[in-house]
Every structure is written in structure tokens, then in C-alpha cells.
């Protein structure tokens, strides 16, 4: 006797809520969690990438539509944005843009992930560590610290160091305390049963924290990318434009809207390809029975 | 034949093995002047059953984590094998309440995670866990993740688990709680088989009288805040033959009664 | 942290983090960072001064407004895709997206739309702050058990009644926790488009302070941001757990 696996629907990615869905059957979900053979058609419909291609049609056909309307000259339709989108894959402007802009991005990226997941475990682990940390971590969420980008600029002027650095302080804050949190928050009954099998501590930490800990780690990761990619942009836009935030100023500067919507829509799609890649990471590499419940 | 409650505090077994745990004036304080055990001695003879039995607050999940050494107590000792213990140790395997299976697991690693820990190479490892898989009736789920598992199933991987350790003494904090009453009963059942089979020393955590009279050969009884020894009862139940035969043995049933009476007082 | 048995809180690093600040300005180590001290004085001093009031003003007004956009437009949004499938299919996949993804990137196509104005900076608050509140708003309607739905219903509720007496306590929880992730999206938010637009309030400010290497004032400036945003934030969190107290026995 098995019981039905829960029907867990898209997680907010944002906030350490993670709350349970439960059926809700006066409003007629409660026919969709019944298992019943399924029409092939239905099923079709019902499949979740059928609906995102269709709502992302939708969007698109309203873009067009949207478009022709006389709101404003700097508002151009979906198939001119696409038009603009396709020139600047075919001049490569768009490749050499992203490869200045990732440059930042990557290296900001890691460091953040290698230098935050260590800081939020010792948190987790250590208790003068969480002393000394958590009030400056704490603040600097809640912060904004994009408020600090004039202030690197001058330290540290408009080059590569400066983007990185922008990268770290927006993406680190949220991996620390996403860490911190998943470390502490370890079932208190599977460390102690670690202990009653004999496991040394490192042996408790490696085989029972971290990989209890990976789910939320790996949402704290995918949150600091989401805020890296903010810093990364912002840094463009407001430092030195290079790469794709000069292929956005630029365009504004000559009014080529369409491919500046371009630009940005470039971004914004590889920003989301790129955490969707680091959830496939997550699933393949450390929690596998997730594959399963997918 | 009638059970004899003794009233006597420590104990003294008739006709039996030499204790294989000793536990010596325990008590245990939590921080916060929350008193939880008050002078505890007993004794856990070699190849019983022994269940600590008792109303929720009397200790008894504190007690047992104590022998298992994952809690250290105020004051007092307790002897295994006739030495003293302070922390967790090979001869003594634990089963947790709510199954503590790591969920990114299989059922296999899952198993074999005691004997993985102790750097016990993988063919053997594989090896020791399968048949325990086996023994417990999970035979065919061993790629399966804790998630697929009905609660009986899972509390089963963590009974497999401890068995796989090979330890002298298998210590279960209500190992049957958190699933229905027919899988509970059946558990039961599959309890006594074991027993038979492995020869180990058990001591058991319950808070139900049916359950403690069914499986034991042994029943302390504690009173609540703080935990104290009240009772220690030996049900002289024959266990062989049909298991649901024993449900209707009159020694069963007076005992049961026996014991309800005297724990009703602690009721809130 | 206990240090021989005394509980040391944990704000208390922050006086240690304070001290060493200190140090590090009294021994001039870089032009950027001029000690503590210094830094308050300059607090205490352009906090009144009209510069910086007509800065806050700005800001606040922004903030404020935009906030409430995204909690009037967020929450029955996400309140209608937790009782509706359909419109739940339709936007969900929109919502998790744009929680996600790099909004500033959007923030200069508004900028073009609509100016560089109050408006921009407006409509940037609310593009950081809708999404969370959705999304929670939505978690929390889903999350009401069904034992309270049949509770209501045996008890002969009106759908009116039902909804006011009982779902809304249900849901505020979540909706709440919404709320308050959505503000402090929200403060990122206004400083971010007025980096951006950077001819008002504190982007205006910092820009000022900036390009003539005022460093004091800038980091008096910064302070008082980043002092607003947090107490903000534990405001709400305090306002949080006055609600919380029945959450978690909500099922």
C-alpha cells in the first residue's frame, strides 16, 4: 500500500515558504487529483510544456497586437522585436555581448556560490560564527544594495573588478542565510540517528547535513543567480555600458527599439534558462528521488 | 498461572540470563528544570524483551535514549556488557519513532547506511543489506526512495537498518506508533517471529498495554514527573502457537487490566 | 551565542562590527571608508536639512504608492489563481518566471515608455514587489484546509460569510508573509529605478554625494537607507508572528 505522492505544483521560488498544497475540493480540483485514464487529447492539453508554449503564444500574439496599437512610437510589435532580435544574432553583436556581459556574471556567480555556501554552512554549524555573521547578512537582505554600486565605482573603477564585485554583494546575502537556514534546519531525528549508527561528526556533516541541506542551498543559489543577473545588468547600465547593457543604452540612444526590446528579452530568457539549468543540476547530481516525484 | 507484579524496585529476574544493560541511579534533568527521571535502576536480561511502559511524560523515550547514549544523563551509569557507556556504541542499534530515512536515499543505502559509516566495503555492505531487506519482507523495494514507501514499509527499512549493525541490542522508541492499527498489529506479530529468529536483547518503548503485554517478556512500568520505576511485571504468556491466541490468554488479559488500573491514576 | 553561560544577543555583533569600522576609518586604510563616528555626525547633521527630506519625501511617496498597487492588484490575483485552475494554468507559469528574472533588464524599457519620471520609478516597485505577493497570496488561499471549507458549509455559511469570518483568517498568514517579502523586493526596488532615472530622490543623492567624493555623506545617506529598510522589515515581521501564533495549527 503506497501512498499517493503528494501533488506538489510549482514552488514559489522566491521566500523559504514551502508550503503543502492540499486539495481544495468544494472548488473542483478535487476531480483532478482522482486518477482516471485520461483522453490522449486531454492529456495534451493538460500537458504543462503544451500550456506554456500556448500562454507564451498568447503573450506574443498580444505583444502584436499590442504593438500596432498608437500608445507610443517606443513601443514596437512582437515580430519587429523579433526581427531586431534576429539582425543582432546575425551580425554576432549579440554573441560578443553576452560574452562581456557573462564574464562578470560567471565569475561574480561562483565566487559568491563557493565563498556564500561555505560561510552559511559554518553558520549553520558553529554558533560564533552565526553570532558574528547573521546581523550583517540579515541586514544586508533587507537592504538595498544596489546603493552601493557608486561606491565601488570608486574604489575600484569601471572594469571587470567592479562588475564582479556588484555581482558578489547582490547575489551573496541570499545564498549566506538560504545556506544558513538549510543547515540549521537539518531533522534533528536524522543527525541523531547518524549519531547512533556511529558517524563521526565530518561524517555527519557530509552524508546527513549537506545533502539534507541541498534543497534549500540549491534554491538560495538559484535566488542568488536570479540576483546576480540584476547585479550583472545593473552594473551595465550604470557603470560602463559594455555587452548587452550597450546593446540596450545604444539602441535607446538611436531609437531602435525593437532591438533594444531585444536585447532585453535576450537577457531576461537566459537569465531563466540558466536557473532552470542549476535546478536540473540540483536534481541529477544530489537529489535524484526529486527526478521521481517529478 | 498469574503474572507477579513485583513491587519491588530493582530487578530480580527469576531464572535468568545475566544483564547485558545495567542502568544505575539515572536521572536526567533538562535544561530549564524540567526533571524527567528520578533515580532509574534496572536491569535488561540477555536475550529479552523488555518494554519501558508508561503515560506520555514519564520518561520513558528519555530513558531509552540515555542506554542508546545519545542523551547524556544528570547523574547515574549505565553499564553494557558490564562496562560503562556515554555515547552511542557498536552493540547497541536504534529505531527511530518517525523512521529518521534519509530521503535522498534508496531503500538499499538506507539499510546499509550503519555498515557504510563504518567503512564496511560496498559487495559486503550490499550484501549484509539485502538479506535484511529480505528478513523484514521489503524484499524488491531496495531501489525504491523512502517517499514511495507506505509508513509500515518505511519504519520496516529502519528496523532493517538496525538489524544490519548486528548489534547485541536493539533499542525501538515506539517503533509502531505512527502507523494504523492493523499494519500495528501485524507489526506485532512479525515482532515475535523476529525475536525468535535473532536471539538479540530488545527494549521497547510503548505507550500502549496491549502492545507492552503482547511482545514483552518484561514490563517496567514509570510514572510520569518525574519518571520513576513503579512496577516491573513479567507476564508469564506462553508465545508459541497462534499469535492471535495470545490476545485471548487469560494471563493477557488480567495483566492487561492490572496495568490500565494502575496507570488510570496518571490520566490528566 | 553563550559565553560562559551568559547569552550574548545577537545584535551585540554588531557593536564589534561598529568598533572595528571605527578603527579602520581612524587609520585613513582607504578614502572610502571614513570612520564611524564621522559618519553619525554627518547623520545627525543632513537628516533635516531639505535636500535629504525632499530625498525621503520623493522616495516614500514612491514606495508607498507603488506598494499599494502591487498589494491591491497582487492579492486577488493570486487569490483568484488559487480558486480557479484556469486562470491558476494561465499565470502561474508567468508569475514563477518573473519572480526570477532579472526585472532590472525591464527597467529601461518603462523608462522609455513612460518617462523619467515619478511614474518609472512607481511602476518599478510594483514590478518587484507584485510577484512574491501573488505567489503567497495564492499559497495561502490553497492552503486552507478543507476541513474549515466543510466546516463552514455544515454550518450553513454564506459564500459572503464564509469568505470574511473564515478564509481571509485562513490565508492572512501567507498573505502576509507575501506582503512583507513583496516590501523589501519594494525597497530594492525604489532605490534601483532612481539609480537608474537618476535625477530624483536618493539616486539623485548618491550621485550628488558621489561625484564630489563625499564619502561621509554618502555613507551617512546609506545608513539611514539601509536603517529604514531593516526596521521595515522586522516591523512587518513582528506584525507576522502577531499572526502567526495560530499558522502552524491551522490544519
Keep these: 500500500m503506497v501512498e499517493r505522492p503528494s501533488h506538489l505544483s510549482a514552488e514559489p521560488a522566491g521566500g523559504l515558504r514551502l508550503s503543502r498544497f492540499s486539495s481544495f475540493g468544494t472548488f473542483g480540483t478535487r476531480a483532478a487529483l482522482i486518477d482516471r485514464p485520461t483522453h490522449p487529447v486531454a492529456a495534451f492539453f493538460n500537458h504543462p510544456l503544451t500550456l506554456r508554449i500556448l500562454s507564451a503564444l498568447v503573450l506574443f500574439l498580444a505583444w502584436e497586437w499590442a504593438g500596432r496599437l498608437p500608445i507610443s512610437p517606443a513601443f514596437p510589435t512582437f515580430g ?125 556533516i557530509l552524508r546527513i547535513i549537506l545533502p539534507a541541506a541541498s534543497p534549500v542551498i540549491f534554491a538560495g543559489l538559484r535566488l542568488g543567480c536570479a540576483a546576480g543577473f540584476i547585479g550583472a ?62 | 498461572m498469574t503474572s507477579r507484579p513485583n513491587a519491588a524496585l530493582a530487578a530480580a529476574p527469576r531464572a535468568h540470563a545475566e544483564p547485558v544493560v545495567e542502568v544505575r541511579g539515572v536521572s536526567k534533568t533538562y535544561p530549564g528544570d524540567v526533571w524527567a527521571l528520578d533515580n532509574i535502576s534496572v536491569d535488561f536480561p540477555r536475550g529479552q524483551l523488555t518494554s519501558l511502559l508508561g503515560p506520555s511524560g514519564c520518561g520513558k523515550t528519555t530513558l531509552l535514549k540515555i542506554i542508546a547514549g545519545l542523551l547524556p544523563a544528570t547523574s547515574g551509569d549505565v553499564l553494557v556488557n558490564g562496562r560503562p557507556v556515554s555515547g552511542p556504541g557498536p552493540e547497541r542499534a536504534f529505531v527511530f519513532q518517525d523512521f529518521a530515512l534519509m530521503p535522498w536515499a534508496t531503500v538499499m543505502r538506507n539499510v546499509a547506511f550503519g555498515l557504510e559509516l563504518r567503512g564496511v566495503a560496498s559487495a559486503e555492505r550490499e550484501r549484509v543489506a539485502r538479506h535484511y531487506i529480505d528478513q523484514v519482507g521489503l524484499g524488491g523495494f531496495e531501489e525504491k526512495y523512502p517517499h514511495e514507501l507506505s509508513g509500515g514499509m518505511r519504519q520496516r527499512v529502519g528496523l532493517a537498518r538496525a538489524l544490519s549493525v548486528k548489534a547485541d541490542v536493539l533499542l525501538m522508541d515506539e517503533p509502531f506508533s505512527a502507523v494504523d492499527e492493523q499494519t500495528r498489529r501485524k507489526f506485532q506479530e512479525d515482532l515475535l517471529l523476529l525475536i525468535g529468529r535473532e536471539k538479540k536483547t530488545f527494549i521497547f518503548v510503548t505507550h500502549s498495554i496491549e502492545e507492552a503485554v503482547y511482545v514483552s517478556d518484561r514490563i517496567v512500568l514509570l510514572s510520569p514527573r518525574p519518571g520513576r520505576i513503579s512496577q516491573v511485571i513479567e507476564p508469564d504468556i506462553s508465545r508459541e502457537g497462534d499469535p492471535d491466541a495470545i490476545r485471548r490468554h487469560p494471563v493477557y488479559l488480567d495483566t492487561v487490566d492490572a496495568i490500565w488500573r494502575g496507570l488510570k491514576q496518571y490520566l490528566d | 551565542m553563550v559565553i560562559h553561560g551568559y547569552r550574548i544577543p545577537m545584535m551585540a555583533s554588531l557593536i564589534l562590527w561598529a568598533i572595528l569600522w571605527e578603527i579602520v576609518g581612524q587609520l585613513e586604510v582607504t578614502i572610502l571608508l571614513p570612520p564611524l563616528s564621522r559618519v553619525a555626525v554627518r547623520i545627525v547633521e543632513i537628516v533635516p536639512t531639505p535636500t535629504f527630506l525632499s530625498a525621503l519625501w520623493i522616495t516614500g511617496y514612491a514606495f508607498v504608492v507603488g506598494n499599494l498597487i502591487a498589494i491591491l492588484v497582487g492579492v486577488p490575483l493570486g487569490i483568484l489563481m488559487g480558486r480557479s485552475v484556469i486562470a491558476d494554468r494561465i499565470f502561474l507559469p508567468w508569475v514563477n518566471l518573473f519572480l526570477s528574472a532579472p526585472l532590472t533588464a525591464l527597467v529601461p524599457v518603462i523608462m522609455v515608455l513612460f518617462g523619467l519620471g515619478q511614474t518609472t520609478i512607481i511602476l518599478t516597485v510594483v514590478l ?13 488561499v490553497r492552503a486552507i484546509s478543507p476541513s474549515l471549507v466543510e466546516m463552514a458549509m455544515s454550518f450553513g455559511a454564506s459564500r459572503w460569510q464564509a469568505f470574511s469570518h473564515i478564509y481571509v483568517w485562513a490565508a492572512l498568514p501567507e498573505i502576509l508573509a507575501g506582503v512583507r517579502l513583496g516590501l523589501i523586493r519594494a525597497v530594492k526596488g525604489v532605490i534601483i529605478g532612481q539609480l537608474l532615472v537618476s535625477i530624483v530622490g536618493f539616486g539623485a543623492l548618491f550621485k550628488l554625494y558621489g561625484s564630489r567624493f563625499l564619502m561621509e555623506h554618502f555613507w551617512a545617506a546609506l545608513l539611514v537607507l539601509f536603517a529604514f529598510a531593516f526596521v521595515l522589515a522586522e516591523a512587518l515581521a513582528w506584525l507576522e508572528r502577531r499572526v502567526d501564533y495560530y499558522a502552524a495549527s491551522r490544519a
Design chain 3, 128 to 140: 518587484f514587489a507584485i510577484w512574491i505577493i501573488v505567489l503567497d497570496s495564492r499559497a495561502g
Design chain 1, 80 to 204: 519587429e522585436t523579433m526581427v531586431g532580435l534576429w539582425s543582432m544574432i546575425a551580425d554576432f553583436s549579440l554573441i560578443r555581448a553576452f560574452g562581456i556581459t557573462l564574464q562578470p556574471l560567471a565569475i561574480g556567480l561562483v565566487i559568491s556560490t563557493l565563498i556564500g555556501v561555505a560561510i552559511g554552512v559554518a553558520m549553520g554549524l558553529n554558533d560564533k560564527a552565526e553570532w558574528l555573521a547573521s546581523p550583517i547578512f540579515i541586514i544586508a537582505q533587507a537592504a538595498p544594495l544596489a546603493a552601493l554600486i557608486p561606491l565601488i565605482v570608486f574604489a575600484y573603477g569601471i572594469g571587470l573588478t567592479a562588475k564582479t564585485l556588484v555581482v558578489c554583494i547582490m547575489a551573496m546575502p541570499v545564498i549566506v542565510l538560504n545556506s544558513f537556514a538549510a543547515v540549521r534546519h537539518t531533522p534533528l531525528s536524522l543527525v541523531e540517528m547518524g549519531r547512533s549508527f556511529l558517524a563521526s561528526r565530518r561524517q555527519v
Design chain 1, 233 to 294: 545588468i545593473l552594473a551595465e547600465l550604470l557603470i560602463t555600458p559594455t555587452g548587452i547593457g550597450d546593446l540596450i543604452t545604444y539602441h535607446r540612444s538611436i531609437a531602435e527599439y525593437p532591438k533594444m526590446y531585444a536585447a532585453i528579452l535576450s537577457i531576461i530568457v537566459f537569465s531563466v534558462l540558466f536557473i532552470e539549468v542549476i535546478e536540473r543540476v540540483e536534481v541529477t547530481v544530489f537529489r535524484p528521488e526529486k527526478r521521481a516525484r517529478r
